[in-house]
């Protein structure tokens, strides 16, 4: 029987090296964090302690806060520090109890002994329409705002709105309903932290929260146990 003629055989250490040297060219993957809370439970947060009532009712977190002064805050992953992300997540103010209710992103807080500290906020108020970006930084003699940066919106009371934030260094992004509506350069702010954990929150005003996404180097496996999202990344009716 005649015998086929072989090919030469290649050396498989020349393929390994291309392959090799064109993944080292990709970033490391972020991790990403999904939840639509339809399970009920809050795996991956953990409820400030100073929050008024925070629960999850038909497949959404419901945030009710009487006194916008006291933040009720939806921290991520037991407070997790958190450098640089996007998040997303659709919200609603429900009703309000007091004449300056809003939902807001907390971010990059970094506390020191309970007494002083500074972190990031993006809040967005039906009444007044407006989007505040802003630090808030507080020692025992009371808080202050740098850093403020304001925008007219529309944000109508018992509606979905889809919110995306990203930060990036010094740099914040932030768009509503898929419009972008804020670019923020907080590089003349010495007081930002570089670091720190991130949460939902309400003040005087029931906000329901929903199909929240972040995405982040941050996360790992390891960290959390990611839930798996069915409409997360649109606007739920």
Known sequence: MKRRNQQPKTNSLWLLIPLCLLLASFPALAGTFRDDFEDGNLKGWLIDEEAETIEIINGEVVITDFDRDI?????????????????????????????????????????????EGCGAV????????????HLICWNAGGF??????????????????HVT??????NLTVWLNDELMQKVDWS?????????????????AEVH?????????????????????????????
């Open 165 to 170: 934030i990203k930060m990036e260094v010094v």
């Open 122 to 133: 993006v809040s967005l108020s039906p009444n007044p329409n407006v989007m505040w970006c």
């Open 209 to 237: 929260f929903d199909n929240f996404v972040i995405i982040s180097d941050d996360i790992r496996p390891v960290q959390i146990e990611a839930k798996l999202a069915t409409n997360w990344g649109r606007i739920k009716r």
């Open 188 to 204: 003349d702010q010495p007081s930002l932290p570089k670091t720190g954990p991130l949460g939902l929150g309400a003040g005087g």
């Open 144 to 161: 202050w705002l740098p850093g403020v940066h304001e925008v007219p919106i529309n944000l109508t009371l018992n509606t979905w709105h």
């Open 71 to 115: 933040v009720s805050q939806l921290w991520f992953n037991n407070k997790q520090k958190m450098t640089n992300f996007t998040v997303s997540f659709d919200g609603k103010v429900i009703r309000s109890f007091d004449s300056w209710p809003y939902m807001w992103l907390y971010f990059r807080v970094n506390e020191v002994n309970n007494v």
